[in-house]
């Protein structure tokens, strides 16, 4: 079992930056890539970045130039640091970990973005 608990979301002025986080626990040896989706009001969830235990990377073409996500395997922390920052990334994002579409999920952490 893996908890996954986010934090750093909020209200930002268009714009504005944010940093998320992403703190595992468990059963963190079996971890491999770790995920950033989101799911905006009446959206379909996104899959915003991924990175691997390697340190490779995969951004949507919505975050691709805006978004950096990162991780300290030593902490079983990732981030996600979110620049020049858009009405339109307001959603709720989540935390995921395991296989593609299931595994392990946070509560999720919202970011709000106003214009």
């Known amino acids: 079992q893996v908890q996954l608990v986010e934090s750093g979301g909020g209200l930002v002025q268009a714009g504005g930056s944010l940093r998320l986080s992403c703190a595992a626990s468990?059963?963190?040896?079996?971890?491999?890539?770790m995920r950033w989706w989101r799911r905006a009001p009446g959206k379909q969830r996104e899959l915003v970045a991924h990175?691997?235990?390697?340190?490779?990377?995969f951004y949507a073409e919505s975050a691709k130039g805006r978004f950096i996500i990162s991780r300290d395997n030593a902490k079983n922390t990732v981030y996600l640091q979110m620049n020049s920052l858009k009405p339109e990334d307001t959603a709720v994002y989540y935390c995921?970990?395991?296989?593609?579409?299931?595994?392990?999920w946070g509560q999720g952490t919202q970011v709000t973005v106003s214009s």
């Open positions: 995921n970990t395991g296989i593609l579409g299931g595994g392990y």
């Open positions: 468990g059963s963190t040896f079996s971890i491999d890539v």
């Open positions: 990175i691997s235990s390697s340190g490779r990377t």
